[in-house]
């Protein structure tokens, strides 16, 4: 069964600029939820979405949104880049829930704002 | 603010001894815990977990200790092996949300 994938892996941006980045989760998986990587911060929840809704959602601003479709792929916005939101970006897919199933990561994107 | 704390960024241990890695929480409601492994360019795999109502878990060469008044979670890695170098982020589940820690830089010597 193929992993979690999650496109593109690596993006450059300047500020000011928005951008969209995807994941697939494994076949089956219904839950999808991002996660925000930063050498000091660790992991930071963002959302997580089921059936094409957003379920649960963290305590980041209104420049990060998301998706999903009908297939379960996810995709998550950030409009208007700031230096501080240059990390990598961690998909992770779940059976039903990531609260009572295991989330399986995708290998992340590592987004730069310049 | 930090929830769940690794004060650890890395640890070195020989190949074959144990590794034990660290992790202390602040919030008492949290009623479940994993640890992942991270290696370099990939996304971080699930390793163990435990439920706030259990002390212990044991899965093969992996435990996971939890001691809920002191607010503390260890894993501990027995015996150590070179494959097992990679970074360690424990988590903490509370309310609808996961709380990861910063993670814990572990190289194991052979």
């Known amino acids: 069964k193929a992993g979690v994938t999650q496109t593109p892996r690596y993006l450059i941006k300047t500020r000011g600029q928005q951008v969209t980045l995807s994941c697939s989760p494994i076949?089956?998986?219904?839950?999808v939820s991002w996660y925000q990587q930063t050498p000091g911060q660790g992991l930071q929840f963002l959302f997580e979405?089921?059936?094409?809704?957003?379920?649960n959602k963290g305590n980041f601003p209104g420049r990060f949104s998301g998706r999903q479709f009908s297939n379960s792929r996810s995709e998550m916005n950030v409009s208007t880049l700031e230096l501080g939101d240059s990390a990598l970006y961690l998909c992770?897919?779940?059976?039903?829930?990531?609260?009572?199933?295991?989330?399986?990561f995708g290998p992340g994107t590592r987004l730069t704002v310049l | 603010d930090q929830q769940v704390k690794q004060n650890s960024p890395s640890l070195s241990v020989q190949e074959g001894r144990i590794s034990i890695l660290n992790c202390d929480y602040t919030?008492?409601?949290?009623?479940?815990f994993l640890w992942y492994k991270k290696y370099p360019a990939e996304g971080p795999t699930f390793l163990i977990s435990?439920?706030?109502?259990?002390d212990k878990n044991e899965d093969g060469r992996f435990t996971v200790f939890l001691n809920k008044s002191a607010k503390h979670l260890s894993l501990h890695i027995v015996p150590s092996q070179p494959g097992d170098s990679a970074v360690y982020f424990c988590?903490?589940?509370?309310?609808?949300?996961?709380?990861f820690g910063t993670g814990t830089s572990l190289t194991v010597i052979p």
């Open positions: 992770a897919s779940s059976l039903i829930s990531r609260d009572t199933d295991t989330q399986y």
């Open positions: 919030n008492s409601m949290f009623d479940y």
């Open positions: 988590a903490a589940r509370g309310g609808n949300q996961f709380y």
């Open positions: 979405y089921f059936s094409e809704t957003q379920r």
């Open positions: 435990i439920s706030s109502i259990k």
């Open positions: 076949s089956g998986h219904r839950s």
